[in-house]
């Protein structure tokens, strides 16, 4: 890759901000020329006496306005009134080793190579269990830091899940430097934070969570413990929004480019105002150091999550029971829809609240209680974010036709496993039937080991058609093609020639992989 540069001087901001400088540099100019005409009026009339040059009605106004250009704006009032309400968080977790675990080395888990000076040292003065950090029952004790922000004056404060996720002990000091122990009050693993209430004292300093949302080009500041050196501050602004980072169905990040690191996780970022805008959770590096992208947990999930956690110790999210996928422009295209918007079910679970309700695999759920739905991401959002046993309206898109549809939200399991429809034989694959406009081969999914009874299963796939380029694999099993069932590739040639029959470019195709069904936008070749 080659390094390229802009050159700003052809950006009309450029420009812009390069008059604002001639201003300031043309005033400083401006008090050179008065201060020359000065020495020279003096020289030429001694009489009346020196001027004074640095006193005049000029002089102060050229100082006024190259002050208004040059003076920084600093943030030390807002870190003297924030810093306070943020801890270091120190943790120590046993973890189980395995004394046929070869990676660790033998039984006292050395780092060091056996007789050389080092393992004899540690071995004669590394405490009474030999190697530091080592047990004599097995098990290692691993202590971590991170940091954390109170919310209120009673001790109960802000972190990470995975902070404190599985620590045995949990101690944090506060920015005048004393340590206090904690206890965890509860976790929720899904968005990534904790709540941990600081025994010992009853008056400390905490943060404001805010009212409104950041944004892009906001100043933020982050404060926290990166590396040990607790207290740290760094600025930034907010980068981005609406952050997806591949953690789950509720990513819904703040991007921000104030230096985050190792140790800040857990830790606030601040606006300008002093109030929380969100908790400092993840960040990008190739090289393990702060890059300027780092990721916060919005403040309006930081009060959902943290209310729950501190009422009952856990979180309890709605659940509608669908499988759902995001609406590309070429599904849109497929279901006559103008723009690419709301969330594709690709399966309603069995007895769920969505299929009691009556939604079906290929609709399309655009708005919850009158909110439009943006997308998939956006549905799980909204749902999760509701209690379970709350009555809610779903706008659907049902075969071209716009229904509402009544629902009970019921509660999101802990675990949601999918579940494959998976046979004992092992007899040799079926050749199948071509599908030459596709690029596939078809069999029926009945006479194919392993492939369930309905549908039609892939047994071969041209390595150059469309087919292959939009992720069809030997085993797939094809439910639907353009909204009909199919059994045999007789029934996949008669709905690809009725949707050609009704100009359609494209054709959707409910596919099951790996127990797990999706929507797949196929276009249809010419001729």
Avoid at 186 to 212: W, Y
Avoid at 261 to 276: E, R
Avoid at 396 to 416: A, R, S, W
């Amino acid at each position: 890759m080659t390094d390229r540069f802009t050159d700003l001087s052809s950006l009309p901001s450029y420009r812009k901000s390069r008059r604002a400088l001639f201003s300031a540099r043309k005033f400083a100019l401006m008090a050179s020329v008065v201060a020359g005409l000065g020495v020279a009026a003096y020289g030429l009339s001694p009489s009346n006496g020196p001027a004074d040059l640095f006193s005049s009605p000029a002089h102060a106004q050229v100082a006024n306005e190259v002050s208004k250009v040059a003076r920084p704006i600093g943030f030390a009032d807002i870190v003297e009134r924030v810093k306070p309400s943020v801890i270091s968080v120190k943790v120590n977790i046993n973890e189980k080793v395995a004394k046929d675990d070869s990676s660790s080395g033998g039984d006292d888990d050395t780092p060091f190579q056996p007789g050389s000076p080092m393992e004899r040292f540690f071995r004669r003065f590394g405490g009474p269990d030999g190697f530091p950090g080592m047990r004599g029952n097995g098990r290692r004790q691993i202590t971590g830091q991170g940091s954390g922000f109170f919310i209120s004056a009673d001790g109960f404060a802000v972190t990470n899940n995975h902070v404190v996720d599985g620590a045995s002990k949990v101690e944090v000091t506060t920015d005048d430097g004393k340590t206090y122990s904690a206890k965890v009050i509860g976790t929720d693993q899904r968005t990534d934070l904790a709540l941990i209430k600081v025994e010992g004292g009853s008056n400390f300093p905490f943060a404001k969570l805010a009212d409104g949302k950041p944004r892009i080009g906001d100043w933020v500041l982050a404060v926290g413990n990166p590396f040990g050196l607790g207290g740290t501050v760094t600025a930034g602004i907010v980068s981005a929004m609406g952050r997806d980072i591949g953690n789950g169905p509720y990513d819904d990040f703040i991007q921000i480019d104030a230096p985050v690191n190792k140790g800040n996780s857990g830790g606030p970022a601040f606006n300008v105002d002093g109030d929380v805008v969100g908790v400092n959770t993840a960040i990008y590096s190739p090289s393990g150091g702060s890059v300027g992208i780092a990721f916060s947990i919005p403040a309006s999930t930081v009060k959902n999550v943290v209310a729950q956690l501190k009422d009952k110790g856990s979180v309890s999210r709605g659940w509608i029971g669908v499988q759902i996928q995001p609406v590309t422009q070429d599904i849109a295209d497929s279901l006559g829809m103008k723009k690419a918007e709301g969330a594709l079910v690709a399966e309603p679970q069995a007895n769920g609240p969505a299929a009691k309700a009556g939604v079906q695999s290929g609709d399309v759920i655009t708005a919850v209680n009158g909110e439009p739905v943006k997308d998939a991401r956006e549905l799980a959002r909204t749902i999760g974010g509701i209690a379970p046993g709350t009555a809610v309206k779903l706008n659907v898109l049902h075969k071209g036709q716009e229904k509402t549809l009544d629902l009970t939200l019921g509660k999101l399991p802990d675990n949601i496993e999918a579940k494959a429809d998976v046979g004992g034989d092992n007899s040799a694959p079926t050749r199948g039937t071509d599908v030459p406009k596709l690029g596939l081969t078809v069999a029926p999914a009945n006479s194919v080991a392993g492939a369930g009874k309905e549908g039609v299963v892939v047994t071969e796939v041209d390595p150059k058609s469309a087919a292959a380029e939009r992720g069809f694999k030997e085993g797939d099993v094809i439910l639907e093609v353009a909204g009909k069932n199919v059994s045999t590739a007789g029934d996949v040639r008669d709905a690809l020639a009725a949707a050609k029959n009704d100009n359609k470019n494209s054709v959707l195709m409910r596919v099951k992989s790996g127990g797990q069904s999706r929507f797949v936008a196929v276009p249809l070749a010419k001729g």
